[in-house]
């Protein structure tokens, strides 16, 4: 059985493109002369049962995610002549009296990643409670972005330096992860039988985790100034390494609990997990069958659909927000724009299977193509958003832009 979802987010943001519009003028004296949006992103899981003892089942699930984007923007608009101003002055909003000029900036992005995830499951027969999982993730992206006249905002004390400044920076990044992960005693999530209005906690378990990454990163076109706060003392540490490209074979945490890239076995406690199952059925036709569902509340937070036919998961809807990670401040304009759920709906197996298997070559052909890079500090150890706020920027770009020009950096 199977589940996902395609959203088309550059049609997205040139539906609302006069709110954009509307938005630049009033913020920033600036009107859109060129905007387009190709932007696509899709994720697929494929459940299977793909081994059985007299006791328990291996279910594995393939996951694959396809995320692809090309933009230009072109705005133009009176904007404040480079220089030293106020930390009050204000020169981006439309009624300062600052010495504004004639100015047009631009961004470019073309951005490729695919990720392909599958993980093997032992369950057991009469609960589906989870004995043991294994994983393997392999991925790979390439941004290509070119911008000029971008407003950089330098603030100290209590004045501004303002200068426009041009780029032409490339990130490109490989990486694979091989993880295990044993549940003792087993994670019971469901409790079966499960019943509508009925909340239950599940079980404390033992988990201790073990395995190693692989892949690089490389990246051109950064300043100097980048570069130090890409290299920091930490990520040298870790990684041995002062300039791109970076392994992660040779990838070592502060900690120690990562050398040369493996990692493990180290333990860990997973606490109890609130679990309950609201009132209500949502029902899906799949593959011409009205099938009925019910919907689990996990933490207060993300909905997952449950099928009582397969005893597991069959769909999923997760706000951007509440028991997610906070998300960085400019995240803002990406629910604006994009919508605060992310969401997967049951699907017949064979489109999901067929859908997962192109994102496959996808990635492969991707992989081969790619060098290895990235903003490493961000796009691999902060969880897990800068892949994708980052390949959005041009699909985002007018928003970021607004944000950035109508506000002066901290010191």
Same mark, same amino acid.
């Given at each position: 059985?199977? %589940?996902?979802?395609?959203?088309?987010?550059?049609?997205?943001?040139? +539906?609302?493109?006069?709110?954009?519009?509307?938005?630049?003028?009033?913020?920033?004296?600036?009107?859109?002369?060129?905007?387009?949006?190709?932007?696509?992103?899709?994720?697929?899981?494929?459940?299977?049962?793909?081994?059985?003892?007299?006791?328990?089942?291996?279910?594995?699930?393939?996951?694959?995610?396809?995320?692809?984007?090309?933009?230009?923007?072109?705005?133009?608009?009176? %904007?404040?002549?480079?220089?030293?101003?106020?930390?009050?002055?204000?020169?981006?909003?439309?009624?300062?009296?600052?010495?504004?000029?004639?100015?047009?900036? +631009?961004?470019?992005?073309?951005?490729?990643?695919?990720?392909?995830?599958?993980?093997?499951?032992?369950?057991?027969?009469?609960?589906?409670?989870?004995?043991?999982?294994?994983?393997?993730?392999?991925?790979?992206?390439?941004?290509?972005?070119?911008?000029?006249?971008?407003?950089?905002?330098?603030?100290?004390?209590?004045?501004?330096?303002?200068?426009?400044?041009?780029?032409?920076?490339?990130?490109?990044?490989?990486?694979?992860?091989?993880?295990?992960?044993?549940?003792?005693?087993?994670?019971?999530?469901?409790?079966?039988?499960?019943?509508?209005?009925?909340?239950?906690?599940?079980?404390?378990?033992?988990?201790?985790?073990?395995?190693?990454?692989?892949?690089?990163?490389?990246?051109?076109?950064?300043?100097?100034?980048?570069?130090?706060?890409?290299?920091?003392?930490?990520?040298?540490?870790?990684?041995?390494?002062?300039?791109?490209?970076?392994?992660?074979?040779?990838?070592?945490?502060?900690?120690?609990?990562?050398?040369?890239?493996?990692?493990?076995?180290?333990?860990?406690?997973?606490?109890?997990?609130?679990?309950?199952?609201?009132?209500?059925?949502?029902?899906?036709?799949?593959?011409?069958?009205?099938?009925?569902?019910?919907?689990?509340?996990?933490?207060?937070?993300?909905?997952?659909?449950?099928?009582?036919?397969?005893?597991?998961?069959?769909?999923?809807?997760?706000?951007?927000?509440?028991?997610?990670?906070?998300?960085?401040?400019?995240?803002?304009?990406?629910?604006?724009?994009?919508?605060?759920?992310?969401?997967?709906?049951?699907?017949?197996?064979?489109?999901?299977?067929?859908?997962?298997?192109?994102?496959?070559?996808?990635?492969?052909?991707?992989?081969?193509?790619?060098?290895?890079?990235?903003?490493?500090?961000?796009?691999?150890?902060?969880?897990?958003?800068?892949?994708?706020?980052?390949?959005?920027?041009?699909?985002? +770009?007018?928003?970021?832009?607004?944000?950035?020009?109508?506000?002066?950096?901290?010191?």
């Amino acid at each position: 059985w199977g %589940m996902g979802k395609e959203i088309d987010l550059g049609a997205n943001v040139t +539906s609302k493109l006069s709110y954009i519009d509307n938005l630049l003028k009033s913020q920033a004296n600036v009107t859109i002369d060129r905007l387009s949006v190709d932007s696509k992103v899709a994720y697929y899981v494929l459940f299977e049962i793909t081994g059985e003892t007299a006791t328990t089942y291996s279910i594995t699930a393939k996951m694959a995610f396809r995320f692809a984007t090309s933009a230009n923007l072109k705005v133009t608009g009176g %904007m404040p002549v480079a220089g030293t101003y106020g930390v009050y002055d204000n020169p981006f909003d439309p009624k300062s009296t600052v010495a504004k000029e004639a100015k047009t900036v +631009s961004i470019d992005l073309e951005e490729k990643m695919g990720v392909v995830l599958t993980g093997t499951a032992t369950v057991e027969k009469t609960s589906m409670a989870i004995t043991n999982i294994t994983w393997s993730f392999k991925g790979a992206l390439s941004v290509e972005i070119d911008a000029k006249n971008i407003p950089d905002i330098n603030t100290t004390g209590s004045v501004q330096i303002i200068s426009y400044k041009d780029y032409d920076v490339g990130f490109e990044a490989v990486a694979g992860v091989d993880l295990y992960m044993d549940f003792t005693p087993a994670l019971d999530l469901f409790q079966a039988p499960v019943v509508q209005g009925e909340t239950w906690w599940t079980n404390e378990t033992a988990l201790t985790v073990a395995g190693s990454v692989n892949g690089h990163v490389n990246a051109h076109g950064l300043t100097d100034d980048i570069k130090a706060q890409i290299f920091t003392e930490e990520l040298r540490n870790a990684t041995g390494a002062t300039d791109f490209p970076i392994s992660f074979e040779k990838l070592n945490s502060p900690d120690g609990e990562i050398k040369n890239g493996k990692f493990g076995p180290y333990n860990s406690t997973v606490e109890p997990i609130k679990m309950r199952c609201m009132n209500g059925l949502v029902t899906h036709t799949v593959n011409g069958e009205l099938k009925k569902y019910m919907k689990i509340q996990v933490n207060d937070g993300a909905t997952f659909l449950y099928s009582q036919d397969e005893g597991f998961l069959a769909g999923m809807y997760m706000n951007m927000g509440g028991s997610m990670p906070a998300l960085p401040e400019e995240a803002g304009y990406v629910t604006a724009l994009f919508g605060s759920q992310v969401s997967m709906d049951p699907m017949d197996a064979k489109v999901v299977s067929d859908k997962i298997k192109s994102i496959d070559a996808y990635t492969a052909k991707l992989t081969s193509e790619v060098k290895g890079g990235g903003l490493i500090q961000d796009f691999f150890f902060k969880a897990p958003y800068l892949g994708f706020f980052f390949v959005a920027l041009g699909a985002i +770009s007018i928003g970021i832009l607004a944000f950035f020009m109508t506000r002066p950096r901290k010191p």
